[in-house]
């Protein structure tokens, strides 16, 4: 019993999974092309394809095994050697298939960090669980059965926890969809819990192929796969929809100067362009009377008063000057998730008033807000300096809290 | 008759026909998330298109342990077997159609579903062997989510996602139909076990 990839049906399965994978991951759309995480977690989506296809090939293999009779000849090799050679070509095929699938996301050359590169152990953890697991199946069951069931119940696994709530059931798949925007990363919570939940299947089809009664048999698999659902579910259970956390602080890069510039490295190249339009508008916001903060930064999190935006690669002075302007304005606060919050109505007015005070051309600031918000900060417009601070300072306090409710000139 | 009828399983048929009938005309409607390539992202297929894969397994598991004995039996054994893939598709359909009267429209096109994967199966049995005929029904299922996109492309293959009232998606499911029984009235469920693929012994 050589190793023979070429006489393994997986053979034959390999270039069909591998195009598969190669289109479904071209179709789908992710974060940013130049942050290698999002990449990578965007490639290792291809389990959703490659894992029920192995599936179905392991199971294929432990029937032909267990159709052979090959248990009930005289042993020349441990089983454990049998079982590793008739899978190797189905981990080979799914192994193809996902490095063409990763590979291909890296085409952009992406940004990578040594750490981004843990995202990996997850299809493969999921792959080689699903494989392991339809082995045993296919050794146990008739291959009638075992064959079509491996394919839907992997496929059923792996996509259909993301329709289903509480939401962190769908982190237990690895199937890792909403992965990342370039100011997160993946939870170290949403790696941990697959890689249990496959060391369970693991321990279930170890205990399926183990030489001990029926019931025995059935009892300890049954166990075994909801230990490992339990511990996977211990370990994202009050995770939101995205697997993701805030990026750390740490890995911003700045630049000095009259205003403190920290740009994801990503964004290196932007540091000046940044730095020099929120210097001008600072200049042109502080001659109306509205403050800024002294550090201007994409990190979400951290202490001290800053100026938080979000940009992207090669953003057009204009699209700067925004982000710089929605910086400015106070996030969403927290009792806006759960009851009323008359402060947003002021939102667009506030940004199309300091849209018009930073000097962005009045066709763009028609993308700050409707043609109500700007007829309402005309009216502002026409109120002396001091009663247009006053307006800025009312709606400020509304963004901020659900209680105030805003101050809009044009409006009742 | 009687030990013929156990051996083409028909308990468990007749148990995956009500099991299949209840889940489909309470569940049916639900969606399952799928990866599909021509939607870029995710498509949702309804229960009522994966539920029925299960009546086309059962039904095919008995054809996959008939003896080769069987070629040299004096009865119409090949009408019998087609008899028997006739019946589970009728009934099915039978209780598909009750259930749909009484007000659960997912019931019928899961009948429907199941009746052209019977079909399906058993054509892909006559030729490449039991395991590959109950494969080809859940192949189909995983290839129309990924190649469809949820309107107009591909739209051929998504005919078990069209609701009950599809003349294109009964006509298809019909022809499968007809083709299985045809191919196994002609030659019967010891060429299904029979043809087995190449390669399949280790």
Redesign the interface.
Known sequence: ?RFDFF?S?SSVATAPLAF?TF??LA???GGPAYYGLSQLAQGA?AV??VA?FSA?LAA?EG???R??G?WQLAATRSEARIVIR?LAPTALAALIALTLGVGSMMVTLPRLQASDLLVLVVPVAVVGGHIVLAHAAGRRL????A???A??IS??WI??P??LEPLWLRHMTGFL?DCCDIATVLDPAAILAPLIVSAGAVAAAAILLAPISTLRRRLGAAFAVALGLAGGAATVSGMGAAPTTARPDSDVVCRAGELHVCLWPEHRGELSRVQQEAVGLRERLEEIGVATAAVVTEARSGDGERWVIGISRGLTRVEILGSLIYGLLPPHPRCAETGPYPGYAAFAPVAVWLGEHAGVPTDTLRSFGSDEDLREVRAVQRLKRSKQLDWYQTNLRALRNCAIPPRLLTRT | MTWWLRSRGATAIAAVIALQTGVCSLLGGVLVPSPSLAAGGMLSVPLRVIAPLALSTVTLLAFAHVMQLERAAVRRLTLMDAGVLAVAALVSLLLGSLAYAVDFPDALPAARNAAAYIGLGASAALVAGPTVGAATPAAYVILAALLSDGRGDAAWLRWSMEPAASKSAAAIAATLMLIGLAGTARFGGARMSAAEPRGSAA
């Open positions: 019993m006489r049906p598969l289109f479904f179709g789908s759309a989506t959703a394809i029920p179905g294929w029937a032909r095994l159709r052979a090959i008739a008739p291959a009638v059965i064959v079509p069931s394919v839907v496929w059923l996509a259909y993301i329709a969809t």
